[in-house]
């Protein structure tokens, strides 16, 4: 009998009360060949505690395919994300490397209104994750899901209010970018960026005592023994070489300066 097998009968109350979702396949996506070329990025917030520095209620982070080095910025609500992108741009591309595709969550701050208009406009590819798969965008969500659990223990540790986790964010990612990456060479994600290993001789622990030099003009005068104000040690300051961030209790401010102890 050359006849095709009959299908079986379908019972619609077997398949809405027994459905269930397909199993997670997982398979390894080609890596890039080049820094930039794919760019992973994830969003998180709403945070309840406003940030100590400029009263952020979401972050977000941006990891390289390649060299998997981490960018992290602040936003006041999800609408900033294109900013943010356009300061990761400024801050990572060069002449020989730019931002080729974008690999995202299926939200809507990517893909409608001005963020997928920019990445029309600047010939960027974008690639999102189906709705409520979440692990489809997996490198960002690992990465997010790794600088807050360093946040969280890094918090705990300093007992630091929590208006500070930005700052305690900020540190997990250049923690991260310095050391080894299971998915590299037996190097970190700063060295494959850079080509040169990073410097720990400038670490410092999140939460240790510090103490922040007196600029002249907080001095009352040049035989003024009080020289220095002490604080707790809450990240390094990127933009300056060589610097660090200082919390001052006294002040309840954020102190960037290059004279620390």
Known sequence: NNSLPLAKPLCEACIKGKHKKEPVVKLKSPRATRKLELVHMDIQGKIKKKSMVNHYQYFVNFVDDKTRITRVYGMHNKTEVLDCFKKF?????????????????????????????????????????????????????????????????TMCYAKLPAQCWFLAIEHAA?????????????????????????????????????????????????????????????????????????????????????DVH
């Open 89 to 153: 741009r400024q801050e990572m591309e060069d002449a020989n490397h730019r931002v080729l595709c974008l690999q995202a969550d299926n939200a809507s701050e990517f893909t409608h209104g001005q963020f997928a208009s920019y990445c029309l406009r600047e010939n960027i590819g974008q690639r999102f994750s189906l709705p409520h798969r979440q692990w489809q965008n997996g490198v960002a969500e690992r990465n997010m899901q790794s600088l807050i659990n360093m946040a969280n223990s």
């Open 174 to 258: 250049y923690v991260l970018n310095c050391t080894l990456h299971s998915n590299l060479p037996n190097c970190s994600p700063y060295q494959m960026w850079t080509g040169k290993p990073p410097n720990f001789g400038k670490f410092r622990i999140f939460g240790a005592p510090a103490y922040v030099y007196n600029e002249k003009l907080r001095r009352d005068g040049k035989f003024n023994y009080d020289k220095s104000e002490q604080g707790i040690f809450v990240g390094y300051e990127l933009n300056h070489k060589g610097g660090y961030k200082v919390y001052a209790p006294a002040r309840n401010t954020i102190v960037n300066s290059r």
